[in-house]
């Protein structure tokens, strides 16, 4: 039956379905067969857009034939070099003598590579940008290197606003089987090209500057409709965004023992309100349908065996799969298994290390053989942190009094400086903001001498630290006390014009502030101040709350210990109770910057 359709007046569809493949580029599984389409444009000039896989020469002829009606093409327009659309340049020129091939110099030398010429006598060759008339059609050829080869080059016709999009909106399936479009898209879209999002990403770009009302691809169905859903999938697609919620876990399991604990952990995560659980066994579920998973969801699990002192071959497989299409911006987890030396997750993490941008959830789970009690427990935990934002979102799970949750609010760094008449003196702060155009506040613990000397004195340096600050720094201000010690021994310090010293090294600015006014906040005096004077004293960048955990603090010694850890100085109090009134003894901070050590 004859494939022949109109796309638009001028424009008809001439592709085949190809419902004898087996493997789709020699590795994909295509149930639904696979689609090659080409195009006709009709007008003063005839141009034909690309050819189709070798098997359907005379079905794709007849089609042409047929939608040509007697009349003869001016030009094959070649957008992609890959055999599935090239093999019938030459069947195609031996038919019609007359036309000439449009390319750009990478479809030729590729050309040459593959057929032993590149048809000199009837060469266009088309620079990026470059545009082509047929009468009332007006093509303009745009590059769209590595999507999904270098030579690859998309065709916008403005006159019917129809973009021809080479291997882009492409999927898997034939025409003549009906079925959802981003299922079979993605698994297309991520075995295929999922390496190169930066390049569809700019082709997207490109896309944005024009009006599109059709997307004619190389495979899979036109697109006449809701385009911006197409193009939004794309998007989130290229540029390695989470499009659906819910957590996929993928494993494998030798004698069923892995298998049992990813079970327990599916349950779980539903029980916490995970929206979406997709369970892979890696040993018989489609790889390219693991592989679509993996990106399509922001958490994954990877569950499985060491093997051979390395892991499970379907998950080394299944890895190096991701790895090399970019894998990125994802929370992972482990769940290792191994009867005598468990290395599963060292090997997994690895593997993952050139990966940007993946958040490791905790904790690892271990198993010796078989899942014990323990392994159940820290399972719960697992289940725990990868439902947070979820059990977060519901009123019924969620922590409603969670004051960490401040913590997650961002602070600078700075060292506040001031003098009580007969010595200098400095504390650490990271409650400086500036609160309108010419208005800083600054919140100053009461406890701090440096308090009671700005009430006293009106006046205040705020240092900015940067990120070169050592931890001494923090020491030097932040754990002692200007009234029994000179915090500023020993060091080289400026001074401003208020005759307040300043740093010398490890800031990046400092300002001079007057106090105009303060407010008493139980705890804190909140200082609202005009600035005297301002200096950058360096470009380096500003030291955050969150750098300096991350960065600078050092971690603190907890193995082996029982009991909190404080948060800003590493203090450790052992004991099972810390008391709600419990100040730290190095630097002053109360309970609730102590967390249990685990
Ligand atoms: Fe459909 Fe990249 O060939």
């Not at 009709?42 to 034939?65: G, Q, R």
């Not at 004293?537 to 082996?560: F, I, L």
Request: negative net charge; proline residues 3%.
């Amino acid at each position: 039956m004859s494939t022949v359709k109109k796309v638009t007046d001028s424009i008809i569809y001439v592709g085949v379905n190809d419902h004898k493949i087996d493997l789709f580029e020699g590795q994909y599984d295509v149930p639904n067969g696979m689609a090659y389409n080409s195009y006709v444009i009709l007008d003063d000039k005839i141009a034909v857009m690309d050819t189709v896989d070798i098997n359907f020469t005379h079905e794709w002829l007849d089609n042409l034939a047929e939608a040509l009606n007697g009349r003869q093409p001016d030009y094959l327009i070649v957008q992609h070099m890959e055999p599935d659309h090239s093999a019938n340049i030459q069947n195609f020129v031996n038919t019609y003598p007359g036309a000439k091939i449009v390319g750009n110099s990478k479809t030729f030398t590729m050309m040459a590579q593959f057929f032993g010429h590149s048809f000199e006598d009837r060469q266009v060759v088309v620079e990026n940008g470059g545009t082509l008339s047929l009468g009332k059609h007006q093509l303009t050829f745009v590059f769209a290197p590595m999507v999904h080869w270098p030579e690859v080059m998309v065709t916008y016709d403005s006159t019917d606003k129809v973009l021809f999009s080479a291997d882009g909106f492409g999927k898997f399936g034939a025409l003549d089987v009906e079925e959802e479009w981003a299922c079979e898209a993605r698994r297309y879209y991520f075995g295929i090209v999922g390496k190169y999002g930066a390049q569809v990403q700019k082709l997207l770009q490109a896309a944005s500057t024009l009006d599109i009302q059709k997307i004619c691809p190389l495979h899979g169905p036109i697109l006449t409709e809701n385009l911006g859903y197409y193009l939004d999938l794309y998007n989130t697609w290229s540029s390695y965004g989470i499009e659906s919620d819910g957590i996929v876990i993928a494993y494998t399991s030798v004698y069923g023992n892995t298998k049992k604990a990813v079970e327990l952990l599916a349950e779980k995560l539903k029980a916490k309100g995970c929206p979406k659980v997709v369970v892979n066994d890696l040993a018989r579920v489609d790889m390219a349908e693991a592989v679509e998973d993996a990106f399509r969801y922001g958490k994954i699990v990877l569950a499985t065996t060491t093997y051979n002192a390395g892991i499970f071959p379907w998950m080394r497989e299944f890895i190096d799969h991701l790895t090399e299409r970019n894998f990125s911006n994802k929370k992972v987890a482990f769940i290792e298994n191994g009867t005598w030396a468990p290395m599963a997750h060292k090997v997994m993490k690895g593997m993952l290390e050139g990966c940007k941008n993946l958040v490791f959830a905790e904790p690892v789970v271990t198993i010796k053989s078989a899942m014990n009690d323990a392994n159940k427990e820290q399972l719960e935990a697992l289940a725990d942190d990868l439902c947070q934002d979820y059990l977060a979102r519901s009123p019924q799970t969620a922590k409603k009094n969670d004051m960490t949750a401040l913590f997650r609010l961002g602070y600078g760094l700075y060292v506040v400086t001031c003098n009580d008449g007969k010595k200098d003196n400095g504390l650490i702060v990271n409650t400086v903001s500036q609160v309108s155009d010419n208005k800083i506040a600054v919140c100053i613990n009461k406890r701090n001498y440096s308090c009671h000397v700005i009430e006293q004195s009106k006046e205040l340096n705020v240092n900015c630290l940067s990120v070169d600050a050592p931890f001494d720094i923090f020491k030097r201000f932040g754990f002692q006390s200007g009234r029994t010690v000179d915090k500023f021994q020993g060091m080289e310090t400026a001074k401003s014009d208020n005759g307040l010293p300043f740093l010398t090294q490890y800031i990046n600015a400092v300002l001079s502030l007057k106090v105009e006014n303060q407010v008493d906040l139980d705890s804190h005096i909140m200082f609202i101040c005009s600035v005297t004077e301002a200096r950058v004293t360096s470009d380096r960048a500003t030291m955050t709350y969150t750098y300096y955990q991350e960065n600078v603090k050092p971690k603190p010694q907890t193995e082996g210990k029982k009991g909190w850890v404080c948060k800003i100085c590493g203090y450790i109090y052992e004991g099972e109770v810390l008391p709600d009134d419990f100040i730290c003894p190095l630097c002053k901070h109360g309970a609730a910057d102590f967390e249990k050590i685990k």
